[in-house]
């Protein structure tokens, strides 16, 4: 999957916005959103929230976690921790990557969020590799995976599965043979 | 402009309304669709069609733009409907050409599985179904003209057995419970048997869960 | 296409194809008439007992399993005990491609054999395969990899490698400046590349 | 040695992943022909001598090439297709005559009635309108995206009626489900990179919005 599709996903997500406008209640197909009236905080699925940034309509505010020190606590856990712990989003990487990148002028200390989380990012990438590769190790055939978020699994996407589908059919040799080679014995000579 | 907005919106309405009596809403429609689309780009094999919940999408899209159109272009609330419309569509498509792929590329196991199932519970549409026939024999046509026919008697069979492509539905993918399940074989060296808890995230081979992906208890994430 | 199933061969695979046309030495133990000429350095009308020939995975195997063998073969020496410990001490210091590009891929036909060598072959290919994921993962996760690597890398490694290698470019991408554009597919853009050297080409 | 030619051939397409090869006819003759001679050869081996053991040998030999010579050209034929296939996805139901000449006629025809197959499948989506599959391929971002034009276009006319004038260097807002199938294609238009993520990702440059205002106003605006 492309992290485009991930973040499609991601989009789905409601966020907080302050309008500069007045409007009555929308029915949207996925759900109704507003009244919308100006100045009062209403919250939408961020696709519509960047888009209306995009055209000057409101104001956004950041998820609730997005504060630098509740992010650094996070980093700090996260470091301690030997398994994952739980974010505050399922697709917290790419709520930052889009609500900063449209709106930074609105989300108070945006650099330090993008930092705290990249960092949050790579220490749980590497905690990833690490864990896949003792995983590889082991004569498991099936890992749990809680608390990593949509992005995190598709980055490790197709290369863990397929690592894994691979070792299976390694494995599965000796056993039945999917080649069209093996079956050649089996075919009649009499077609001859 | 009152009334035509409220006709935009009358299906979305009408549907949410009948939800109280237990029916189905656009909205839980929308997120059928989202899930078989997930679904569908993770597992290997092809899964049981949508086409009643894509049908009834398409119908609701289209319903929304005719009446957008006397909304006036370029009115705020049009845009919002529109920019919805896009984001459904993309999902439709995907999810169809995803399926679209998987018949072409496994067209002659998913054609003999499927005159295995009764016309009711069959895999595929009617429609993908002459698709995939038409592209299958589109194939045959051009291997025996190209090869097949210039080839000694004896060798001219389009081999089923041996040149049916079949998806390895032991492929390893990532999925959520929908709900608590308990004692799923996970096949190995020594099969094991694992429970899900709800909401728990897991890699496994597919074949594991293929049922449970079917029935709605698992999502492929 | 957006399908993204794992390598798993199957009638039309162009890999597989190739896998089974590496060779094995084999010995041919009974008369075979009139088909001489597969062994280029005689002269003989017939293909003769004694005769030792290099075939094709493929040619072999149709000529050895069966309860009547035509030939007996000798399995590559990478497959063998001796290379085992080789692979034992330090397999991702190898590079295995140099051995054989289809070095997993042929060892799993090979190991279809009834040979005393075959036995523990697919343990062997598992292991390898398992202490080299680390590399492999690494060097697709990581962007400063040069791509040539790929070559260093059995068939195998390498259709993993470079899935890891492209889903890391997609990640990156997005990271730098996000989704939302179209972008000209792979398949036009080469064919536009293609064109303007061909273009160039023309007007030396 | 006798089964060479056949993966020969299908090393040709081995060896050029991104595009296709020119259909390599005379190859095929050459395995169509080794494969009637072996063939031959069995038929009158089985008919002179049907008993001897070690003519059962050279039968199940020749068969064995007759198999592998049968796979190779198929495999050959079958990645051509997977790859033609492709290329209806990418240039839509008319192809570059670059391409066409690299293909057999067989070919050309199966392209056109996998074209047709795939139209006939989207029309039937949805109750009467169909849905065209071959858009829509990326997530949508915003309504309206920014191209720049790399070359003189001329008209480009809207679903709507409406129209603007594409000339080279000029920037555009443009409906993104308008424009995708253009930009995508090699029409006369390409997105300069840059400027298409200007603007469908929200990270707009604000040194650039003064020149963008100016050549934004042909075109609508959100």
Known sequence: MDPNEVEFLGEKQLVSIVPNFNFDMIHLISGSIGPFRAGLPVKIPIWLAINLKQQHKCRIIGQEWMDVEDLKNIKEEEKKSKVFTKMPSNHYMDEVHMLLGAASDDIPNADEIRTAVKDIWDIRMSKLRTSINAFLKSEGTHAKLDHLTAMEINNVRPLLPHALDQMVRLQQIGQASATADSREESQNMSSI | MEEVDEVV????????????????????????????????????????????????????????????????????????????????????????????????????????????????????????????????????????????????????????????????????????????????????????????????????????????????????? | MSLCSSYKPNYFSIDDILATEERLSCKVLQKVPRLGFMDHSSESKDLKPGTKLELSFWLAYSMNKSKDPIASIDIPKYYKESYREILNADACAIELSKWNTYFYEFGLHVAKFDHPDCEKLPELLLKTFKSRFRLVMDWAQNQDTNPMIASQLPMLERTIFLSGRKSKEQLVYWFKIGGGGIKTTELIANHKKRKRSTFIENER | MFGRRGVELVKELDQSLDSIPPFNEELITEILEEMQRLYNENRIDVNTRPDDHETYLSIKVRHAVLKRDKRCILAYLYNRLRRIRQMRWEFGSILPPEITVSLSKPEVQWFDSYSKCLATYMKSIGDNHGLNLTSDLAPPKSLFIEVKCIADYGKFEFGDGESVQLKKNTYHLLPRSECEQLVRQDGCVLLSPRSLTVNCKRHCERKDQETKRESLSACRSL
């Open chain 2, 9 to 221: 919106e009358e299906n979305a309405e009408f549907l949410e309304e009948s939800d109280e009596d237990g029916g189905v809403t656009a909205q839980s429609v929308l997120q059928d669709i989202e899930n078989a689309w997930l679904n569908e780009k993770f597992a290997p094999e092809i899964l049981p069609h949508q086409s009643d919940a894509v049908e009834c999408m398409l119908q609701q899209i289209s319903h929304m733009e005719d009446n957008m159109k006397s909304l006036g272009k370029g009115s705020m609330k049009s845009l919002i409907h529109q920019m919805e419309i896009n984001r459904i569509r993309f999902i439709i498509s995907s999810y169809l050409r995803c399926r679209l792929e998987k018949i072409e590329q496994y067209a002659m196991h998913i054609l003999t599985e499927e005159a295995q199932r009764g016309r009711e519970d069959g895999y595929l549409s009617s429609d993908e179904l002459r698709f995939a026939k038409d592209y299958l024999s589109s194939i045959e046509l051009l291997f025996r003209t190209l090869a097949l026919q210039h080839m000694p008697n004896v060798l001219q069979k389009f081999e089923i057995e041996t040149m049916t492509v079949k998806p390895n539905i032991h492929a390893h993918v990532f999925l959520r419970a929908n709900k608590r399940i308990t004692g799923i074989i996970v096949p190995g060296t020594v099969d094991e048997e694992v429970d899900f808890e709800e909401g728990s995230q897991h890699i496994v081979q597919y074949s594991a869960v293929a049922d449970l992906v079917k029935n709605g208890d698992i999502q492929l994430i």
